[in-house]
Nanobody, 125 residues
Framework: QLHFVESGGGLVQSGGSLRLSCAAS????????IGWFRQSPGKEREGVSC????????FYSDPVKDRFAIYSDNAKNTVYLQMERLKPGDTAVYYC??????????????????WGQGTQVTVSS
């Protein structure tokens, strides 16, 4: 069974940076697409980035493009999300999960409804 543990969130000022970690277990990252998703109060969960565990190709949603970078350390079975130039609109609980696809022409969607505890990111103005 796929299991994810997110960490690295916190409170940061607008313009600041954070790096989130997603420790995966129960499977090999090489065999999956992994996505980062976020949910703010009153909004639906949205996919912000994904990575192909096999070839490392990555894609981003428009709101985070050019500010966020996703990468993986397959030896540690961990996926990271480096977030730069953070904005108050990035405030959300961030989750990682397996994704259905990871291609530039499709939205980033989770492959199941099972979620970890997430990690809170709060960006103050």
């Amino acid at each position: 069974q796929l299991h994810f543990v997110e960490s690295g969130g916190g409170l940061v000022q607008s313009g600041g940076s954070l790096r989130l970690s997603c420790a995966a277990s129960g499977f090999n990252l090489n065999d999956y697409y992994i996505g980062w998703f976020r949910q703010s109060p009153g909004k639906e969960r949205e996919g912000v980035s994904c990575i192909n565990g096999r070839d490392g190709s990555a894609f981003y949603s428009d709101p985070v493009k050019d500010r966020f970078a996703i990468y993986s350390d397959n030896a540690k079975n961990t996926v990271y999300l480096q977030m730069e130039r953070l904005k108050p609109g990035d405030t959300a609980v961030y989750y990682c999960a397996a994704a259905v696809l990871c291609v530039g022409w499709a939205p980033i969607r989770p492959s199941s409804d099972s979620w970890g505890q997430g990690t809170q990111v709060t960006v103050s103005s």
